[in-house]
């Protein structure tokens, strides 16, 4: 069997589409598949599932954030099915629990794994969410579906070694306090280190939006009440996470 898996909110009818699409053209096909999801869905979504269920199609609703791990671990191949995404995070972590991974050629997913190694990156055209799309993403699970531990292993190591926030970096600090700090000082701080990471372009520096504990974990991408930051020999480390203290 292979285990496809879809984490996040899942919102707009052809999203729901695709990835039922997916599983339904791999069954044509003979192949032992099946999904797994979580996360919210809007109406449009819920819609699609609804008339689509089936035994080997099972949608857990939403997960909180510490049962993700053992979510993902389920399965064998992440379907990151929208085109023309950023980075969709869920890409990182799919990768760090040893999942591969198939996205699309457009948009910036595609760039955080390894074509034919940590994953499949189809052709999908710009929101062409068609049948050919659909083809295009069942072809990327029979050609993997042989070598799928080999995918699973890389894609664990790629994590590891190319998605970790301990990859080098050049910038020029060497630590950063935040305990005891308010939440303004906290957030001129991490501008301040995305700046030095980065360049000097105002334009360029991500502004996180950080309001406060409760809400971190929905507003800032590194959700963190770090203890300390420290930047030693081209490594940068962040120590004492934890994400319900308060500042």
Not at 54 to 66: A, L, Q, S
Request: hydrophobic share 35%.
């Amino acid at each position: 069997w292979i285990k496809l898996v879809h984490v996040g909110f899942m919102r707009d009818a052809y999203l729901m589409e695709m990835l039922i699409g997916t599983f339904q053209e791999l069954q044509k096909r003979g192949q032992k598949v099946k999904l797994l999801m979580c996360g919210k869905m809007d109406g449009a979504c819920r819609k699609v599932y609804e008339a689509n269920k089936h035994p080997d199609i099972e949608y857990t609703g939403h997960v909180v954030n510490t049962a993700l791990p053992k979510f993902y671990s389920k399965g064998d191949i992440y379907l990151d099915v929208r085109q023309g995404a950023s980075c969709n995070n869920t890409v990182t972590e799919a990768q760090s629990c040893g999942l591969a991974v198939i996205t699309p050629s457009w948009g910036g997913s595609c760039e955080m794994i390894r074509d034919r190694e940590t994953g499949t990156i189809v052709e999908g055209g710009k929101w062409d969410y068609n049948q050919q799309y659909i083809q295009n993403l069942a072809d990327a699970v029979v050609e993997m579906a042989p070598s799928i531990k080999e995918f699973k292993t890389k894609s664990r190591e790629h994590a590891i070694k190319e998605l970790s926030i301990g990859k080098d970096y050049s910038g020029p600090l060497e630590e950063i306090k935040f305990t005891g700090q308010s939440v303004n000082d906290i957030t001129q701080i991490i501008n301040s280190f995305v700046k030095g990471v980065i360049g000097n372009n105002p334009n360029e520096i991500p502004q996180y939006p950080v309001k406060n504990a409760s809400n971190y974990q929905d507003t800032l991408p590194l959700v963190v009440t770090p203890s300390k930051i420290t930047y030693e020999k081209g490594t940068l480390s962040v120590d004492s996470l934890n994400r319900s203290e308060e500042h």
